[in-house]
């Protein structure tokens, strides 16, 4: 099972990138997926997650800002940032529940700089 996250840049406050992880190989089930991050120096938290069923669950900080959403055929996962803050800086990681006894499967990381 492989993850390949893209879409991460650099971008000027305010302005907007769309994440995507698309999830491939042996694949039984896949169950919640979601989106992490992680600057230099601290520890990996949620951004968002999307369950199978498309329930959303989106971190206080990005609420109102940052949309999960999931193409179940596709097997993939996409992270819409709007009114993006120079705070909102750092490796963003996919992550993804996958099996009938779920296994935590991580993509590679995306950089996203927002920055003037």
């Known amino acids: 099972v492989q993850l390949q996250a893209s879409g991460g840049g650099l971008v000027q406050p305010g302005g907007s990138l769309r994440l995507s992880c698309v999830v491939s190989g042996s694949i039984s089930s896949l169950n919640a997926m979601g989106w992490y991050r992680q600057t230099s120096g601290k520890q990996r938290e949620l951004v968002a997650v999307?369950?199978?069923?498309?329930?959303?669950n989106v971190a206080d900080s990005v609420k109102g800002r940052f949309t999960i959403s999931r193409d179940n055929a596709k097997n993939t996962v996409y992270l819409q940032m709007n009114s993006l803050k120079p705070e909102d800086t750092a490796v963003y990681f996919c992550?993804?529940?996958?099996?009938?006894?779920?296994?935590?499967?991580w993509g590679q990381g995306t950089l996203v700089t927002v920055s003037s």
């Open positions: 992550h993804a529940n996958i099996g009938l006894f779920p296994k935590s499967y």
């Open positions: 999307v369950t199978h069923g498309g329930s959303t």
